[in-house]
Structure formats: structure tokens, C-alpha cells
């Protein structure tokens, strides 16, 4: 498929856990970024990525949180020690250009359960 | 820090027209207006996006007023598949952080049959 992956589609961890998120973007696209939907919410900017420009980490919520992205391929979004409350939906989006002015596409996203 | 004020829900008749306000009055220059939606339990999609013309594509019709304070999305014959979260974003053109793409809460469309 062309499309932005995401794995796993689900994970189902118990509290205190290390877990790692897999997004690999559309071919060429030099923009990502890593959301986060609770249930219910919206989507709460996490980190982005652009070209290789340092990436903007405004959005992680705590130093449990950490992503990489290795050139313009795959990122990795890990969560240490998880909390109940980090359980959501983890939404990975890519664009062709480094601005993302034209359009994103979104994965399907990753439904984490930290019990 | 939301940028754009949209009204919770709305909904229309299947084979109407859909028309999704958005206010943005504190739009600057340089920022554009994007919109995208969310089908239940799916990744957000891209809807169109604008600068001050009115912009139309396959999937619906974006009308800024001249003022750029508020715009309005339109989708000519809304079907049962067009209900979902309508996300109005006004962004700036370009690279780095400021261009970043903010959520805010939407506007949950309902299509009735």
C-alpha cells in the first residue's frame, strides 16, 4: 500500500511498561508527525518532524515520551514506564513537503491499552 | 490556544448541502485555512484549504469571506459516509514550528437519511 503505516494497530500493555510505536510514512514524504487522541477528544499535537531540521518536541507530554526518525524513513515513538493515562490512540501523519502545506496523510493509528 | 471557534455539532438531510461554519478572527496574513475530517475510528483526512479565494475540489467548496474572519465549508450532497468531525485549522505557509497543524475540537457533523 501507498499509504502512511502504522504498527502495531493495537498494543495492550501493563502499567509500568516499555512500549514502542512504529510509523513508516509515505515514500519521499520529508514532514511527520506523531499525534495523540484520547477517547472521545481531539487530537493533541505530540512531536514533529521536518526534513533534518531539529525536530519540534513541543507537544510531548512528559520525559516518558521520545520519538526518532531516521532520515526521511521510519519513526519510532516510545513511551517508558506507561501510565493508565497514556491509553489513546497514537496517530502518525506524513507530507510531501517539509511545511506540510499541502496535504497530510494520516495512518490509521495505533490503539494503546495500558492496563 | 485555539485559533478558530466552530459550533459543536450540526446535522443536514442526505442529498443536501452540508455548511460547516468556521470562525477565525484573529487570522493572520500569512495563515491559511485548512480543513480535515474524521470518520469514526479512522486517521483524519485532508478536505481542501485556502488563502482568501474560495477554493473547490472534488470533495466540497471552502468560501472565506473577504475579510478572512470566517469561512464556510460545503459539501453539495452530503451523504450518510460524509458524518464525522469536521477540524477547521488555520495555519501559516511554510516551514517550521509555526506551521505546525493544531486541532482543535471540531464540529461533528451528523448526515440523516
Known amino acids: 500500500g501507498a499509504g502512511v503505516s502504522q504498527s502495531p494497530s493495537n498494543k495492550v500493555t501493563e502499567k509500568g511498561k516499555d512500549v514502542e510505536l512504529r510509523c513508516d510514512p509515505i515514500?519521499?514524504?520529508?514532514?511527520l508527525y506523531w499525534y495523540r487522541q484520547r477517547l472521545g477528544q481531539g487530537l493533541e499535537f505530540l512531536i514533529y518532524?521536518?526534513?533534518?531540521?531539529?525536530?519540534?518536541k513541543s507537544g510531548l507530554p512528559s520525559d516518558r515520551f521520545s520519538a526518532e526518525r531516521t532520515g526521511e524513513s521510519v519513526s519510532t515513538l516510545t513511551i517508558q514506564r506507561t501510565q493508565q493515562e497514556d491509553s489513546a490512540v497514537y496517530l502518525c501523519?506524513?507530507?510531501?513537503?517539509?511545511?506540510?502545506?499541502?496535504?497530510?496523510?494520516f495512518g490509521q493509528g495505533t490503539r494503546l491499552t495500558v492496563v | 490556544d485555539a485559533k478558530t471557534t466552530q459550533p459543536t455539532s450540526m446535522d443536514c438531510a442526505e442529498g443536501r448541502a452540508a455548511n460547516l461554519p468556521c470562525n477565525h478572527s484573529?487570522?493572520?496574513?500569512?495563515?491559511?485555512v485548512y480543513w480535515y475530517r474524521q470518520i469514526h475510528s479512522q486517521g483524519p483526512q485532508y478536505i481542501i484549504h485556502?488563502?482568501?479565494?474560495?477554493e473547490t475540489n472534488e470533495m466540497a467548496s471552502l468560501i472565506i469571506t473577504e475579510d478572512r474572519k470566517s469561512s464556510t465549508l460545503i459539501l453539495p450532497h452530503a451523504t450518510l459516509r460524509d458524518t464525522a468531525v469536521y477540524y477547521c485549522?488555520?495555519?501559516?505557509w511554510g516551514a517550521g514550528a509555526n506551521s505546525k497543524l493544531t486541532f482543535g475540537k471540531g464540529i461533528t457533523l451528523s448526515v440523516r437519511p
Open positions: 485549522i488555520v495555519r501559516v
Open positions: 501523519a506524513s507530507s510531501l513537503d517539509p511545511g506540510m502545506n499541502t496535504e497530510a496523510f
Open positions: 485556502g488563502l482568501k479565494n474560495n
Open positions: 484573529t487570522i493572520s496574513g500569512n495563515e491559511y
Open positions: 515514500s519521499g514524504h520529508t514532514a
Open positions: 518532524f521536518q526534513g533534518n531540521s531539529a525536530p519540534d
